[in-house]
């Protein structure tokens, strides 16, 4: 698993491991095991005391809900939760990816615009039965 920044926000680590496990409705042992297992990853004080973030809290919400509710798996959460980052990753390459051709079609435009009106500036009106030379302008 990726482990996130953290610091602020929903990532800021706060709770201890009691209060984190009160939160999400498990037995503090029960995110002993998740942790071994990788399914979260709390912060360390200096001291060694797990910190968790809200983040945290939500993900362990998800994890009960999925195996409680839905009687999936330690292993089938860990791959839901890795498909879920993948997802999210992906629809981040998504938007970054529409958003350079957004930016490549204003550009490409403006090249075109540029190139029309270099191409009037070439249009020389000839007078009937006279010829221009391109140099005699």
Same mark, same amino acid.
């Given at each position: 698993?990726?482990?996130? %920044?953290?610091?602020?926000?929903?990532?800021?680590?706060?709770?201890?491991? #009691?209060?984190?496990?009160?939160?999400?409705?498990?037995?503090? %042992?029960?995110?002993?095991?998740?942790?071994?297992?990788?399914?979260?990853?709390?912060?360390? #004080?200096?001291?060694?005391?797990?910190?968790?973030?809200?983040?945290?809290?939500?993900?362990? /919400?998800?994890? %009960?809900?999925?195996?409680?509710?839905?009687?999936?798996?330690?292993?089938?959460?860990?791959?839901?939760?890795?498909?879920?980052?993948?997802?999210?990753?992906?629809?981040?390459?998504?938007?970054?990816?529409?958003?350079?051709? #957004? %930016?490549?079609?204003? /550009?490409?435009? =403006?090249?075109?615009?540029?190139?029309?009106? #270099?191409?009037?500036?070439?249009?020389? =009106?000839?007078?009937?039965?006279?010829?221009? /030379?391109?140099?005699?302008?």
């Amino acid at each position: 698993m990726v482990k996130q %920044q953290r610091g602020s926000g929903k990532d800021r680590p706060v709770y201890m491991i #009691s209060v984190a496990a009160e939160l999400a409705g498990v037995h503090p %042992q029960t995110l002993r095991i998740y942790e071994r297992k990788m399914l979260v990853q709390p912060t360390r #004080s200096p001291g060694g005391t797990r910190l968790y973030s809200e983040a945290d809290i939500e993900r362990l /919400r998800l994890i %009960q809900r999925l195996t409680q509710d839905e009687g999936v798996n330690l292993a089938g959460v860990m791959r839901i939760i890795e498909l879920e980052m993948e997802r999210e990753r992906l629809e981040a390459r998504l938007a970054e990816a529409e958003a350079a051709a #957004s %930016q490549a079609e204003v /550009r490409l435009a =403006h090249e075109i615009n540029e190139f029309r009106r #270099s191409m009037r500036a070439d249009i020389v =009106h000839v007078p009937r039965g006279g010829i221009v /030379r391109r140099n005699e302008r």
